[in-house]
């Protein structure tokens, strides 16, 4: 409903003003395959601690990330690095893929 409002009214002054708006619509190209949890979710995580600063408990996710680096570069909003974590959890993961 918001977008709907704010296409109206952009075209409402485009027309009062003399203005040619070309809607359009983007939809991210974002699958299962593609789609990253857990770097989606630590970026979310450094933006909030970003704006909401110590209001934003980073040490009550440590049940979930489980990895104190991983915590750490959020408290101090730098990269966090677990690609090693990463190239394990494939070794082990490709034991049990029925496909390739």
Sequence with gaps: MALEMVVVVSVLVGIILGLRFKVM???PAITLATLLAVTVG???ATTIRRL??????????????????????????RPADWS???ATFAGRRANYLLYN
């Design 42 to 44: 630590v970026a979310l």
């Design 84 to 86: 090693s974590d990463e």
């Design 52 to 77: 909401y600063g110590e209001r934003f408990d980073v040490d009550k996710m440590a049940n979930l990330l489980r990895k104190q680096s991983v915590l750490d570069a959020i408290r101090e909003d």
């Design 25 to 27: 619509i983007l939809v």
